[in-house]
Each structure stands twice: as structure tokens, then as C-alpha cells.
T-cell receptor
């Protein structure tokens, strides 16, 4: 049972435009959500997170939106740059931001930003 | 500050063998988690160790086991290897205790296991 789903395996965007990556979850116990980026031959690196008590969190070019009623979150990258080309993973925790190592990840979306 | 270190980076085994992977967390991090990444499945949580005790466990068979040492270094073992165990095994560390900032995990580069 896939509790966190990223239904788009890939996304292609022109440089300078907005990239929108989507993620759906089914477990209502999830109360903390994170996005990770992964380049080939490297481990995933943390991008941005959001608590379930918020509906938006911004960090530079990256903004995460959370719609609890729809159990949906999205990552917006504006403007997109070629260096953003990577696999993006959505992850969820049922432990808040309590520093547990247990996260439930989606399958990932491969973003390609074309120059 | 040194990052999370995993060894070996690549290894090839045959069915029925067993394998041990090692992970050294970031200094000061007491939680070590292991994840399996396969194409189309994303990262699947195996288990988490904190202060030498297994704190969380995923839905993997008993062939997958782990342990953590007093210096927080961790090993995971897979016995009786199957073809489906071919994957990238990622280790991640975090402080593992409050107060927490972002709850983020710090990942190593992974150990690529191929089972023939």
C-alpha cells in the first residue's frame, strides 16, 4: 500500500519557468512533510519541509503548499534552472519534526529543466 | 563536518549469499536509518537505530537485519540473498532526539548491491 504517491514519473520544464511537482498521501496521521532532491550517484538531500499546521512554506526559489483536506502537497520551483534537474522525492512523517529516522517516501519525479 | 559514509559503494553477490553494509553517521548523530531504493518504488524504510536499539522497523522480511554500535556506526545484513534484493541501500543519520529543527535526514551516497 503506497501511502505517499507521486503520480508523475517525469516532468520537463523550460528554464526560467515554474516547475510544479505534486504529491498525494493517504495516511491522515502524517503531520510533517519534506521534499528531497537526488542527483545520480549521490544520496538524497533535503530541500524544504512543512508542518501540517501550515499551508505554505517558502525558502528562496522553493515553495511547498499543503492542502490537508485533499491530502495533497506540491513543490513549486520558480524560476527553474538547469541545475534543478534531478529526481525529487516527497516524504511524510507521522512523528512531526521529532527527528525520527522513519520517513515514508513517494516513488519520485524526475525533473528536467531545459536551457 | 564529515558527512554520512557508506561502505562498500558497490558490490556483487550471488543468490543465497549474505552481505553486510556499513554506515558511519555524522558526528553527534545518534539515529541511523536504512532505506532501500529500487526503480519505481522510491525509497522504502528498512529500520532505524537509536542508541544501539532498534526504534522503528519497516515491512521487510527477517532476512534484513541491522545493528548499531556504541559509537553510533551501524551495519545492516541481508542473508540468503534473492535477485529482488538488488538495489541501492541508503543510510541516513539525524540527531534523533528533541529539540528538532527541520526533521531532515542526512543521507550517504549509498551502497549499490547487485545480486546475480
Amino acid at each position: 500500500d503506497q501511502q505517499v504517491k507521486q503520480n508523475s514519473p517525469s516532468l520537463s520544464v523550460q528554464e526560467g519557468r515554474i516547475s510544479i511537482l505534486n504529491c498525494d498521501y493517504t495516511n491522515s496521521m502524517f503531520d510533517y512533510f519534506l521534499w528531497y532532491k537526488k542527483y545520480p550517484a549521490e544520496g538524497p538531500t533535503f530541500l524544504i519541509s512543512i508542518s501540517s499546521i501550515k499551508d505554505k512554506n517558502e525558502d528562496g526559489r522553493f515553495t511547498v503548499f499543503l492542502n490537508k483536506s485533499a491530502k495533497h502537497l506540491s513543490l513549486h520551483i520558480v524560476p527553474s534552472q538547469p541545475g534543478d534537474s534531478a529526481v525529487y522525492f516527497c516524504a511524510a512523517s507521522a512523528y512531526g519534526s521529532s527527528n525520527t529516522g522513519k520517513l515514508i517516501f513517494g516513488q519520485g519525479t524526475t525533473l528536467q529543466v531545459k536551457p | 563536518k564529515a558527512g554520512v559514509t557508506q561502505t562498500p559503494r558497490y558490490l556483487i553477490k550471488t543468490r543465497g549469499q549474505q552481505v553486510t553494509l556499513s554506515c558511519s553517521p555524522i558526528s553527534g548523530h545518534r539515529s541511523v536509518s536504512w532505506y532501500q531504493q529500487t526503480p519505481g518504488q522510491g525509497l522504502q524504510f528498512l529500520f532505524e537505530y537509536f542508541s544501539e536499539t532498534q526504534r522503528n522497523k519497516g515491512n521487510f522480511p527477517g532476512r534484513f537485519s541491522g545493528r548499531q554500535f556504541s559509537n553510533s556506526r551501524s551495519e545492516m545484513n541481508v542473508s540468503t540473498l534473492e535477485l529482488g534484493d538488488s538495489a541501492l541501500y541508503l543510510c541516513a543519520s539525524t540527531r534523533g532526539e528533541r529539540p528538532a529543527n527541520t526533521g531532515e535526514l542526512f543521507f550517504g551516497e549509498g551502497s549499490r548491491l547487485t545480486v546475480l
